[in-house]
C-alpha cells in the first residue's frame, strides 16, 4: 500500500521559512517524481513545484520562483519543500504526489498517480 505522509507544515509569520517532508512508502520512490501542489481556501489546487526521479529536472509554478525549493533523498524516499519569503497568500494546504512518465506534464495534478493528506501552511502578516 502506497503512503505519503506529509510534514512541517504550521503557523509562521509573513518572511518566515518553513521545510515540508513528504515521506513514501509502499514505492519504488527513486522511480517517481514528486510533485508538490497547494489549495487555498476556496480555491482549486494547484501546481508548485516538481523533481524529476533523478533530481535532474525540477519545476516551479511561478508564483513560488525564487523563494520555494524542491529537492529529494531517495535513500530516505523523502521529498522535501524549502519555502523561504512567507506571504499571507501562500497559505493553504499543501500536497505531495507521486507519478511515473509524466514527461513534460508535471504540473498537470491529474497525471499523478498517488498523493498524500496535505499539510497546511498558514502565513500570517
Known amino acids: 500500500q502506497v503512503q505519503l505522509v506529509e510534514s512541517g507544515g504550521g503557523l509562521v509569520q509573513a518572511g518566515g521559512s518553513l521545510r515540508l517532508s513528504c515521506a513514501a512508502t509502499?514505492?519504488?520512490?527513486?522511480?517517481?517524481?514528486m510533485g508538490w501542489f497547494r489549495q487555498a481556501p476556496g480555491k482549486e489546487r494547484n501546481f508548485v513545484a516538481s523533481?524529476?526521479?533523478?533530481?535532474?529536472?525540477?519545476s516551479y509554478a511561478d508564483s513560488v520562483k525564487g523563494r520555494f525549493t524542491i529537492s529529494r533523498d531517495n535513500a530516505k524516499n523523502t521529498a522535501y519543500l524549502q519555502i523561504n519569503s512567507l506571504k499571507p497568500e501562500d497559505t493553504a494546504v499543501y500536497y505531495c504526489?507521486?507519478?511515473?512518465?509524466?514527461?513534460?506534464?508535471?504540473?498537470?495534478?491529474?497525471?499523478?498517480?498517488?498523493w498524500g493528506q496535505g499539510t497546511q501552511v498558514t502565513v500570517s502578516s
Open positions: 504526489a507521486a507519478g511515473r512518465y509524466l514527461g513534460r506534464y508535471q504540473y498537470l495534478e491529474d497525471k499523478y498517480n498517488y
Open positions: 509502499g514505492l519504488t520512490f527513486g522511480s517517481y517524481t
Open positions: 523533481i524529476t526521479w533523478s533530481a535532474l529536472t525540477t
